[in-house]
């Protein structure tokens, strides 16, 4: 299942920050799909140079689903202005209008669905809190976060005055058959971060994501992979990720079978994007019945033991 046609590049201005990404319509979308990249690399991260059965911009619009891949605020265009958008609310401001100003009067769907990876499920997550907007989205998809690390990573990343590229690298893209060759290691979607993502990503696990999990209202899937090398991804360390939202009406949790950290890059990326199309289709069929499907809480597509009510 691959699109006709290559995503186009889009840039828009948004109170005079521009705005870039990564644009796939569909003619008469059953939905839109927002995706938000991780640290250290831009909207093409979900179009996988050279390999495009791999590409969620690809293949969204030939299941009915439209497409946009932000670059995140301080990332492609708006890199010079990283120091302007440090503050949440700006940046999750900044990107709803940037959907908005991209879709213009285009066909929308069911609404709005987000998918996020790694550090940019700090933002889907502030998008999805915001009291008005949020409410509004069809659902949540998360990836490549948790709110404890491995050991391993725990020791590499907080190094002073900086992690080791060579570590990092290593922890992030092993193992190396996961991915196709010339991927490995990130160096064809590799992008500088702004300042503020260094700090910001230290006081996630403890400080934001808590006190803003709590405040969505609208299903979550939150994937693991199963070679996942930075967040713990073992049932206790998920459990702890799904006590958090206490507010969601429907929360599922999956392994991604023979995935590493970076999981739409992988060769297993199109049967996690299917899923992830699958789910933001169950959320639009929920929105226009107006109720959401039982359980309230699912472990790799089976009820959990204890039900939240």
Request: aromatic share 8%; proline share 9%.
């Amino acid at each position: 299942m691959l699109g006709n046609s290559e995503p186009a590049p889009v840039l828009v201005d948004v109170d005079g920050i521009p705005i870039s990404g990564l644009f796939a319509p569909a003619p008469e979308p059953r939905a839109v799909v927002l995706a938000l990249h991780g640290g250290a690399t831009t909207s093409a991260y979900f179009d996988c140079l050279g390999h495009p059965e791999l590409s969620l911009l690809r293949l969204g619009p030939a299941a009915g689903f439209t497409v946009i891949a932000l670059d995140r605020p301080g990332y492609g265009a708006s890199r010079p202005y990283g120091d302007e958008v440090a503050d949440g609310q700006r940046r999750v401001d900044l990107m709803y209008a940037a959907v908005d100003r991209i879709l213009g009067d285009l066909p929308r769907g069911a609404g709005l669905f987000v998918l996020a990876h790694s550090a940019g499920s700090e933002l889907a997550v502030r998008m999805a809190a915001d009291p008005e907007r949020g409410p509004r989205l069809l659902g949540v998809e998360l990836s490549g976060t948790g709110r404890e690390r491995q050991p391993l990573a725990e020791e590499i990343l907080t190094v002073r005055p900086r992690p080791d590229n060579a570590r990092v690298g290593k922890l992030l893209w092993q193992p190396g058959r996961l991915y196709p060759p010339e991927h490995v290691g990130g160096g064809l979607i590799g992008a500088a971060g702004p300042r503020y993502e260094g700090t910001l990503l230290n006081e996630w696990p403890e400080q934001h994501f808590p006190a803003l999990a709590a405040r969505i209202r609208v299903p979550v899937r939150f994937t693991a992979a199963d070679h996942e090398q930075v967040w713990r991804n073992d049932p206790e360390g998920l459990r702890e990720v799904a006590a958090l939202f206490s507010a969601a009406p429907r929360l599922i949790f999956e392994t991604q079978d023979d995935a590493g950290h970076n999981i739409s890059i992988g060769y297993t990326a199109t049967a996690y994007h299917l899923k992830v199309l699958a789910f933001a289709e169950e959320c639009a069929v929920a929105r226009r019945a107006g109720a959401y499907s039982d359980p309230a809480e699912q472990f790799d597509g089976a009820a959990a033991p204890e039900q939240r009510r």
